[in-house]
């Protein structure tokens, strides 16, 4: 018998579940569900890639019923998040045929008109989710289930004025679900202004610290690149994702690389949706074992197998460096995380060991290594319609 069945699901539900080859619920699955399915309010802590998906979806598919209006609502940081959750949920709900959309800028917005007039569920950011609202495009007024997945990044990004007003509109009697890789002040202050008294589980983080090694190697600026290309070159590894805080850092970063024969692809905010999606699935499907990347690919997209993580810049907020060596050392598997410090990471590194004093970042003698001359970025655009930065949210 499967254990999801001791969960208070359906049979339907579990039949389905069981046709995805899943027979054992992960950690924040079996604390979370039956709560879910009592229709508790829930605030859900895990890091990504635990499972988070299945556990806030099989509450929405349980309620929602096909025909019968908008009755579930998802909201999420990314384009790439929405997407993945989108067919998350199509796959858990394919029993039971429900329509379910996504809902997010960078592309058209009239087929999402009308997919909305359809839809039982929608995942959606919140810019383009309120975008709708402010439009009368889509009917809120039958939401049964509303979830934040990876709830602190959207914090982190600055939505959150738009995340209380997509609250605001929706119906007060409703189950609200919290899911977040941390729990911070500002989700407990949200979930005690717009929750029932909320029930919180947590599981256990997925990455094995025992499994985990750190190092950084000291740098001058100029030679970081050379650097670089030299590890990536010489480190027989399988998937690779290198970070960058900035877009053009990533553009800088991919150029050089496919310079010096080195197979990477870029992703962030400046490209298409279609690019975004299509760089992913290459990636994960390791047609290319390199993604170079600024944060937005460090939380909530489903990527395996990452064995190594290069930090080209290291980040200004610790809890990006948590998100970004997540992604390594996963399920069992030995990850390695390489820091690369010049002279203005130096700041960011020391607030880093000082938040996180149980690191144990070691130092690593630099290899021999030839510099590679690098090829400057001149063209390097902001996409048309994007704003500069206006402190309210920042771009990734």
Not at 93 to 115: E, F, M, T, W
Not at 336 to 361: H, T
């Amino acid at each position: 018998m499967s254990l999801f069945e001791n969960l208070g699901l359906s049979s339907q539900t579990v039949a389905t579940i069981r046709g995805m080859g899943l027979t054992r619920p992960t950690q924040i699955q079996g604390r979370s569900i039956p709560h879910i399915m009592e229709k508790r309010d829930v605030i859900g802590e895990s890091a990504t890639g635990s499972g988070k998906t299945l556990a806030f979806g099989c509450g929405i598919v349980e309620q929602a019923v096909p025909k019968q209006g908008l009755q579930a609502l998802i909201l999420t940081p990314t384009r790439e998040l929405a997407e993945q959750v989108k067919c998350s949920l199509a796959e858990l709900s394919r029993n039971k045929k429900l329509n379910i959309i996504s809902v997010y800028g960078g592309v058209a917005i009239d087929p999402q008109i009308h997919g909305l007039s359809n839809a039982e569920v929608a995942v959606a950011t919140p810019g383009r989710l309120l975008d709708h609202l402010q439009r009368r495009t889509i009917d809120v007024s039958k939401i049964k289930v509303l979830v934040l997945d990876e709830a602190d990044r959207m914090l982190d990004m600055g939505f959150i004025d738009d995340v209380e007003r997509i609250i605001r509109a929706c119906p007060k009697k409703r189950q609200t679900l919290f899911f977040s890789a941390t729990i911070s002040p500002r989700i407990r202050d949200l979930a005690n202004r717009y929750m029932a008294r909320p029930t919180q589980v947590s599981a256990q983080k997925m990455v094995d610290p025992s499994k985990l090694r750190q190092i950084y190697y000291d740098v001058s600026k100029n030679m970081k690149l050379s650097l670089l290309a030299h590890l990536l070159q010489n480190e027989k590894a399988g998937l690779m994702m290198v970070f960058c805080n900035t877009r053009k850092t990533v553009e800088f970063v991919v150029k050089n690389l496919r310079a010096n024969k080195i197979d990477a692809i870029a992703i962030h905010g400046g490209l298409t949706q279609n690019k975004r999606t299509k760089t992913i699935n290459m990636f994960n499907g390791a047609k290319v074992n390199v993604l170079v990347c600024t944060d937005v690919a460090a939380r909530g997209l489903h990527i395996e197998n990452v064995s190594h993580v290069y930090n080209y810049n290291i980040p200004s907020d610790p809890k990006d460096y948590v998100h970004r060596i997540g992604r390594t050392a996963r399920a069992g598997e030995e990850g390695k995380v390489v820091n690369l410090l010049s002279d203005i990471d130096y700041d960011n590194f020391s607030r880093l060991l000082s938040e996180y004093r149980e690191f144990n970042v070691r130092k690593e003698q630099r290899p021999y290594f030839k510099k590679v001359m690098a090829i400057k970025i001149n063209n390097f655009r902001r996409p048309p319609g994007r704003r500069r930065f206006s402190g309210r949210r920042r771009w990734n």
